[in-house]
């Protein structure tokens, strides 16, 4: 009796409302899932079915032979690709900085660094848009890469510097005593403790710039438009194709999810260091 | 540490990603502050030059803008919100111990990960008022008697939005509010169990206090971003019908597709000052433990 009070009581407390929450950030999801895989005459039918009764593939197809969808996802790629490395290699040195030295400015440094994350992407976008075509890369995935750093870069500086404040100083001065200087400190014994850190923090990166739209639909054209552009575009004159929109969806978020499952511990732990701490 | 001559590895290290950034985000931010000084319309090139306040005059005396800096509170305020509450609910059901939290945990996150445009077009679809799926549930529970074309009626365009924007925004919450709990000493709990304090008083009197800090630098953050966001309303509904739907960011965005460049910089520079004051407790409590 006890036993039985005692279940239901965790039932309404935890299961049901954790069933409930659970529904609703899911269901999208599923329902989504559920649209790519209905033949157009049951997706524009009168009757609203839960699971496709005729389960086809052809909305994939058609993204992949008529809409030639490969093209923008190698250009989302290339995109993300070249604005993880970039970001990584200049925020990991400026990070070093901020955590292991004390100089003057540091403090100004920082702030130029946070404050960052506090422009509206409709600000920055208008006169991007005149710099780039000026540098002549405007419609060129080196100005989306370019655009992307204002946002990565000082979340990556950010994240990265408090990983860094996590290792031990005494690490690297055990190794200074042995004779090395700073650089071989750094290379030999931070940033082989540093790279899971690093991995995660380019898999943020990654995401980001996968999902980015704003910029997107501004400084691509047809030949490099990336994957957010290429699915609103498929919205064509004739209204929305919802078959074809759904299964890209189902294509775009798997392998963010895949990258965000593995390095999500590591990145949960660095976005909350700062916010529990402070 | 032993205090030595002014070193330069410091600045060579942190030159490379100012570099990038003074070029990518200070100057760009200085040009809209020039640009929103100037008749710059790109429909109308003949007409560029100064033009002092004009597009600031404009703006005040604009009723789009007035309505769209309304729409942008009312979005911020129900939209991070009911992100909180809801994120505050499920961090608290994660951080008690079942099977598969571990699972459930990961799952719940990936409307964090979604791109925007793709939650837009989800939930578009799911609002259709055609074919949507909301609709027939609804019908089908005998809630509505009639079909309800979400997103097409002023009425309901902008709570539909503003429900996704709460979807989109739990799981950061969560996640950053469950990292608070975990955080929490337990012998709090133990000492209120033993004052005979109940669910509620706990949850008021040691939770909440506990994780005071991480709500704080949470919702900051979770403001910047909301008010931020473009892609969610624009391929929901372009900030229709009847501009119902368009908040400043929206407005601006719509604005400068439109070529207008002059007057969709003075707007972004108003919500980029609005935004700093909600930023500059945000940086004060990050600088609090910083030493120079």
Redo the contacts between chains.
């Keep these: 009796m006890r036993e039985n009070k005692r279940g239901s009581a965790r039932f309404f407390s935890l299961y049901l409302p954790l069933a409930v929450l659970l529904v609703f950030l899911i269901f999208p999801f599923y329902w989504t899932l559920v649209t790519s895989l209905k033949p157009d005459r049951e997706l524009y039918g009168s009757i609203v079915t839960y699971w496709p009764r005729n389960v086809t593939f052809l909305s994939y197809e058609n993204l992949f032979t008529q809409f030639q969808f490969l093209k923008p996802m190698s250009n989302s790629f290339l995109v993300a690709i070249i604005t993880t490395l970039l970001s990584l290699t200049v925020s990991v040195l400026a990070a070093y900085a901020f955590s292991r030295y004390r100089f003057k400015g540091r403090k100004v440094f920082m702030m130029l660094f946070l404050t960052n994350n506090m422009f509206p992407t409709v600000l920055l976008l208008i006169p991007l848009y005149s710099i780039m075509r000026n540098l002549g890369v405007l419609y060129t995935p080196m100005s989306l890469v370019l655009s992307y750093t204002t946002f990565t870069i000082p979340f990556s500086v950010w994240l990265l510097n408090g990983y860094l404040d996590d290792i031990p100083r005494s690490l690297e001065e055990a190794a200074e005593v042995d004779g090395a200087n700073k650089a071989q400190a750094f290379l030999r014994i931070i940033l082989p403790v540093l790279v899971p850190c690093i991995v995660a923090t380019g898999v943020y990166i990654f995401m980001t710039s996968w999902n980015e739209y704003t910029f997107a639909v501004m400084f691509t054209n047809e030949a490099n438009r990336t994957i957010p552009v290429a699915l609103k575009n498929l919205i064509g004159e004739l209204g929305v194709q919802w078959g074809l929109l759904t299964a890209g969806g189902v294509i775009t978020i798997i392998p963010v999810c895949i990258m965000f499952f593995f390095a999500q511990k590591r990145l949960v732990e660095g976005l909350t260091a700062g916010a529990v701490k402070g | ?1 032993v205090r030595r001559k ?2 330069i ?3 060579l ?2 030159a ?3 570099l ?2 003074l ?3 200070f ?3 200085v ?2 502050i020039l ?1 929103s000084f100037q008749n710059y319309d790109l429909r109308r090139p003949s007409q560029t030059g100064f033009a002092g306040l004009a597009n600031y005059i404009e703006i005040i005396k604009d009723p789009l803008f007035g309505e769209a800096l309304v729409k942008t509170i009312l979005w911020v305020v129900f939209g991070v919100g009911f992100q909180f509450v ?1 994120g505050f ?2 961090a608290l ?1 994660l951080n ?1 111990k ?1 099977k598969g939290r571990g699972f ?1 945990r ?6 964090w ?7 837009g ?6 609002y259709d008022g ?2 949507g ?1 909301l609709d ?1 549930i609804l019908l089908k529970l005998g809630l509505i008697g009639d079909k309800i074309p979400f997103l097409a009626q002023e009425s309901t365009a902008f709570p539909s939005v503003v429900v996704t924007i709460i ?1 989109q925004g ?2 950061f919450f969560a ?2 509010l469950l ?2 709990l975990q ?1 929490v000493p337990r012998e709090l709990y133990e000492a209120a169990d033993i004052d005979g304090a109940n669910a509620f008083q706990k949850l008021f009197n040691v939770t909440i206090p506990s994780i005071k ?2 709500i704080f ?2 919702t900051l953050l979770r403001i ?1 971003w909301v ?2 966001s ?2 969610v309303i624009f ?1 929901m509904t372009g900030g229709g019908p009847a501009y119902s739907t368009q908040t400043l ?1 929206v407005y ?2 719509n604005t ?2 439109s070529l207008n ?1 002059g007057y ?2 003075a707007m ?2 108003i ?2 000052l609005l ?2 004051l909600v ?1 500059v407790p945000y ?1 004060r ?8």
């Design positions: 540490m002014t070193n590895w410091p600045y290290l942190i490379p990603a100012l990038v950034i070029s990518v985000v100057v760009p931010a040009n809209a640009m809801f609910i499920l059901l008690k079942f459930v990961s799952v719940s996150l990936i409307p990960v979604t791109p925007g445009v793709l939650i077009l989800m939930w578009r679809w799911i055609s074919y799926v027939d979807w739990i799981p996640l950053m990292a608070g955080g800090n991480t630098v949470t910047i008010a931020n473009v892609d391929n960011s601006i965005f400068a597709t460049l969709s910089s972004s520079i919500l980029t935004l700093l930023a940086l409590s990050m600088f609090r433990n910083q030493e120079a």
